[in-house]
């Protein structure tokens, strides 16, 4: 009889045990999860800020992204840019403008227009 209580008292102790063990699992999941979306934000962050602090100079290469069509300037005279040569184009980027070549080489540099 005595075996029985000592028995069930264990069982009772060890029963009350798993909800915290998994309850600390959880915590530490839902603090894991904090820590995965801040340094998802803070990588967003850094990345927004080497893009709005760069710019080109003559001779180095644009990126692909940055010539697609929504950065090509076509009204160079509204912003007081001078023609572009045969082939070239004006870029607008975090106000600056790029005459570039077809392959993305800067040609000329023009800051605030």
Same mark, same amino acid.
């Given at each position: #009889?005595?075996?029985?209580? $000592?028995?069930?008292?264990?069982?009772? @102790?060890?029963?009350?045990?798993?909800?915290?063990?998994?309850? @600390?699992?959880? !915590?530490?999941?839902?603090? +894991?999860?904090?820590?995965?979306?801040?340094?998802?934000?803070?990588?967003?962050?850094? +990345?927004?800020?080497?893009? #709005?602090?760069?710019?080109? %100079?003559?001779?180095?290469? $644009?990126?692909?992204? &940055?010539?697609?069509?929504? &950065?090509? $300037?076509? %009204?160079? +005279?509204? !912003?007081?840019? @001078?023609?572009?040569?045969?082939?070239? !184009?004006?870029?607008?980027? %975090?106000?600056? &403008? &790029?005459? *570039?070549?077809?392959?993305? *080489?800067?040609? %000329?540099?023009?800051?605030?227009?």
């Amino acid at each position: #009889m005595q075996k029985a209580k $000592i028995l069930t008292s264990l069982m009772l @102790a060890v029963s009350a045990l798993v909800p915290l063990a998994s309850h @600390a699992q959880d !915590h530490d999941r839902d603090h +894991r999860g904090d820590r995965d979306r801040h340094e998802e934000r803070v990588d967003v962050d850094r +990345r927004a800020d080497r893009e #709005m602090a760069h710019r080109w %100079n003559r001779g180095e290469r $644009i990126p692909p992204e &940055y010539r697609d069509r929504q &950065y090509i $300037i076509d %009204n160079w +005279r509204d !912003h007081h840019l @001078a023609p572009p040569p045969r082939g070239a !184009h004006w870029i607008g980027v %975090n106000g600056g &403008y &790029y005459l *570039v070549q077809p392959s993305g *080489v800067v040609l %000329n540099v023009t800051i605030g227009g």
